[in-house]
């Protein structure tokens, strides 16, 4: 049986927020204050949609967006970690589950020559239109009062592991590698068999603490890290 890892993108794959990066492409590398502060909790993926019209509107267009993208900074390790999965995917399956869009993590995973490392990529379908803007649309309709209105990652997560049972395929352990608010959620739902891996020193790692002091304890184990090559030495121990 395999392993199944589970990696967030944002902050956690590249170390930075791929949404916020790509403001470098606007004018002064900012954005107007009105479109700033339009964001309204819950909702990033109608705010994103604003400001790609916005850098649309100046002229911005696909060559110069992913020109800045692809030279976002991948966590320190995660290119090592990654190589290492490519290298073992007889043992791993691999998927990404995140908040960014479908656009931005193609361009940055084939860039660094490690889209073929994953399984799936689970995150907001985006495409350029043809006055060449970049849209964004919300990933599915869910009913989960803790997540954002675009994307409940736990239930990305139990439809896939459900879809893989109906193929009798069925996996010996889920790693769930993160570091965001939107993490807890699905990380709620792993088994005592399973492993949630935070970021050290990030939201998700203080939230996940915060439940064990209100006597809500995961029932995954608890692994945290601050490099892929950390996250590399526990996989290494795994297939040994």
Not at 124 to 132: L, Q, R, V
Not at 172 to 187: A, E, H, K, M, T
Not at 207 to 228: C, F, K, N, R
Request: glycine share 6%; aromatic share 10%; net charge negative.
């Amino acid at each position: 049986m395999k392993f199944l890892l589970v990696f967030d993108f944002d902050h956690t794959i590249v170390d930075e927020n791929s949404d916020t990066w790509i403001v470098k492409c606007a004018p002064a590398a900012k954005l107007p204050d009105e479109i700033r502060n339009s964001y309204q909790k819950g909702r990033w993926t109608e705010y994103m949609g604003r400001v790609f019209r916005f850098l649309g509107d100046n002229g911005i267009r696909e060559e110069e967006m992913k020109r800045t993208m692809t030279a976002i900074p991948f966590t320190e390790g995660m290119k090592d970690l990654l190589d290492f999965i490519g290298k073992h995917k007889d043992s791993f399956d691999c998927i990404i589950i995140s908040d960014s869009n479908a656009v931005f993590i193609d361009w940055i995973l084939k860039a660094a020559n490690v889209g073929q490392v994953f399984n799936e990529v689970f995150t907001n379908p985006a495409s350029f239109d043809g006055c060449g803007y970049l849209t964004v649309e919300n990933f599915h309709i869910h009913s989960c009062a803790r997540c954002p209105v675009n994307l409940c990652k736990r239930k990305v997560l139990e439809e896939f592991l459900e879809n893989h049972l109906k193929q009798r395929i069925k996996y010996s352990q889920v790693l769930y590698i993160g570091d965001g608010g939107n993490d807890l959620c699905p990380v709620m739902c792993l088994k005592k068999d399973d492993v949630v891996m935070p970021r050290h020193g990030y939201m998700l790692q203080k939230m996940v603490s915060q439940l064990s002091q209100d006597l809500v304890p995961l029932e995954a184990s608890i692994v945290t890290w601050s490099s892929g090559i950390e996250i590399l030495a526990y996989l290494e121990l795994l297939i040994k």
